[in-house]
């Protein structure tokens, strides 16, 4: 079934201390508030995972990355097993800024995704394209190509583990977020690509986010949208009240 998702993505923001108090914020509020519909999940820096975790009664907690490979010498690296291990149900996988940093290929997505999927970790799977590419009016071939080679190695019964994140990069930290009528008409594009590949029931049951300056103000518009199931928050997920806003915001629809 399609699930209502609040995701917050701390991205390298806040020291240990910061990051388990803001963490602590965010589950009492959780609590408090009960959203009974909505799933809320803070994504932490790999070293708050352990710690965020074991507080955790009423929020999920997401890696921003994981390891391409399974274990062994690969110096600075953190493994899926190794997410796993500390509590964590998600990881967040194919991040633009890890493809435009870190040069993540889909094919090493791939890998990716297998080894979270092995571990039992359900995956945020990020795709979007930069404002060139939607200037030039590809950015539903970018998307497509993106979630093809990403993810259409995967079973229907894998697929079910997949969140997709819609981010156009151009809404990424710019304070420009896309309209509620460009998310909707793209989301449902995208559902459309997963029915093509996976059927109509699973493209009904996958859950796809938003993201790019979601934030308190915009987040009601955005959700009222039928094919808009949450968002993949970055900036307004490290203000308590601000994520709380835009979960109830998420619950309200
Ligand atoms: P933003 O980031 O909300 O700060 O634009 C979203 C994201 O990168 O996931």
Not at 34 to 47: E, L, N, Q, S, Y
Not at 110 to 134: H, P, S, T, W, Y
Not at 170 to 190: D, L, N, P, R, Y
């Amino acid at each position: 079934m399609r699930k209502k998702i609040v995701a917050g993505n701390w991205k390298m923001n806040t020291t240990l201390a910061e990051g388990i108090e803001l963490a602590k914020e965010v589950n009492e509020k959780v609590k408090a508030a009960a959203p009974a519909g909505v799933k809320v999940i803070v994504g932490t820096p790999f070293i708050h995972l352990a710690d965020v975790n074991r507080l955790a009664t009423d929020i999920e907690v997401a890696a921003e990355n994981c390891a391409a490979e399974a274990k062994g010498a690969y110096t600075g690296e953190v493994s899926a097993a190794m997410v796993k291990s500390t509590g964590c149900k998600y990881v967040i996988l194919g991040h633009s800024e890890r493809r435009a940093y870190y040069g993540e290929t889909n094919e090493i997505l791939v890998k990716k995704v297998a080894l979270a999927l092995e571990n039992e970790l359900d995956v945020i799977f990020c795709i979007g394209e930069v404002l060139e590419e939607r200037e030039a009016g590809k950015h539903f071939d970018v998307v497509k190509k993106d979630i093809v080679e990403g993810l259409f190695n995967l079973t229907a019964e894998q697929f079910g583990h997949i969140v997709l994140a819609y981010e156009p990069v151009w809404a990424i930290g710019t304070g420009k977020t896309a309209t509620s009528e460009q998310a909707e008409e793209m989301h449902k594009f995208i559902r459309s690509v997963v029915a093509e590949k996976y059927g109509e029931q699973v493209a009904d049951d996958t859950t796809i986010l938003y993201g790019g300056s979601c934030n308190a103000k915009n987040a009601d518009e955005l959700f009222s949208m039928p094919n808009v199931d949450g968002g993949l928050i970055g900036g307004a997920s490290l203000k308590a009240d601000d994520f709380m806003t835009i979960i109830t915001a998420r619950n309200n629809h």
